[in-house]
């Protein structure tokens, strides 16, 4: 018998595990919870901004599949989410070895999720925040891959 | 004797140069003017989400970088340029050849600069919106490379 | 015969006259054309923030009925809309006589209509823009009243 | 001697009660903490939208004065607060007796200070979240009044 935190993982992992985009970020899927999901992504010189910081658009990334993957923890079963839209604040310079992003259902509704999500630059052990997300999922029918 | 927007294209096309994301992504900067810039991401499959669409990150960035770059070109001389938030709204699946990104300033000031922005999905020379971006942007003193 | 326009002016007219809040605001639904709105609020001392000035809220309770009601001319007859999320910049102090907040449809979806709006103030005739929005917008079967 | 926080305090409730918005609500400041601030607004039908239930602009209004509250007790002495943008998810709809908009700062900055606050509907002494705001404050130089 599956338990019902086990299903919705492996259809967060097995989605994930699709994102090429994430791939090319280097990200990896650490935790999935219902309701709840992390992904790090490891610093590399390929994702930097003009400053050597870690572009927004990277830390934005993450956090936004993040809180897709939050919101398809709550959906049902022949439903995969989009992203309605998101905002996204920059808090601090993304410096750090590691990012995680972690992101949270704040309400989940049948059609429409909302997800929080904070990212967290990680060096020598200690954690700073350097960007919180609100965004809106919404959940689809599961569309054929292109 | 140089034009102002000969100096600040320069300075645009020098920092876009600097930002590894963007050449990661593959994405080139085709148009810099007083006040507006476009960026050009052409497809591949290594940014994309788990249907085989620009995966929604990879947009926003291409987004945020034009934004950015928006209010660079009318920003002091020593001043260069940091996302604070950005809102994106994703309007249709982002699938095409290539996709432009083409941010305004809406309104400049001298600290906080907002700018919007429109992604375009282009196909067999016919364009369609994608996506659509509202950032604020912050003007601050040129900081040393990291 | 009624026009599609007109059938879809008098839906909002009677919506907005039933919305306590607007008119408690002193505010008036000014124009409806397909896919835009405007509503107009007249400066009252009774909406300003602790320098005099409209208050923030103010300025955006009337950007957020003219995007709902934007977004409803291009709504199934069977639906009303709600709003789903806003983001709004302030651009500039809210000084001035009177308010237009002017709402378009941005791009219309059976369940989610994305709009943008501008807040503009009007001195002498003139116009400056003082905030600007971008909203999600959803349709919803017609729900009685509470 | 005073304290820090009951000097804030003193700040805040002096500002909150010279926005005449606020008392045109019908909005009461019930806590002042540093770093946190709730604003309490009953119903009132002269609030409402066409089904009855509170205007998402009423909701927004209350929650950005708590936000820019929140902020102004983390900030210098010598400055005010503005709002830059503010971004909020309608969860429910908002009905109840009363609403409490609860408003913490995120990460206080010299600048710009970013808060999330959350609107909770208050009936029969059970809460319900209802909308849930992140936003950009910005501390200026105490600007005479109008």
């Given at each position: 018998?599956?338990?019902y935190v086990?299903?919705h993982?492996e259809r967060v ?6 994102q ?9 899927l ?8 992390e992904?790090?992504?490891?610093f590399s010189?390929s ?11 990277a ?8 809180c897709g ?6 959906a049902a079963?022949?439903?995969e989410?989009?992203?309605?839209e998101l905002k996204?604040n ?5 410096a ?13 509704g049948r059609?429409?999720t ?6 967290f ?6 954690e ?6 609100l965004?809106t999922?919404?959940a ?5 891959a292109?």
């Amino acid at each position: 018998m599956r338990s019902y935190v086990t299903k919705h993982e492996e259809r967060v992992r097995q989605s994930f595990s699709k994102q090429a985009f994430m791939s090319t970020l280097g990200a990896e899927l650490t935790t999935v919870e219902q309701g709840g999901v992390e992904i790090r992504l490891p610093f590399s010189p390929s994702l930097t901004q003009q400053n050597g910081y870690l572009h927004a658009g990277a830390i934005t990334s993450v956090l936004d599949s993040a809180c897709g993957y939050a919101a398809l923890t709550m959906a049902a079963d022949d439903k995969e989410v989009l992203t309605v839209e998101l905002k996204v604040n920059l808090l601090a310079p993304a410096a750090g070895e590691v990012f995680a992003a972690r992101a949270q259902v704040k309400k989940a509704g049948r059609t429409l999720t909302v997800c929080t999500a904070d990212a967290f630059a990680i060096s020598g052990g200690q954690e700073k925040v350097v960007a919180t997300m609100l965004a809106t999922i919404m959940a689809v029918p599961i569309m054929p891959a292109k």
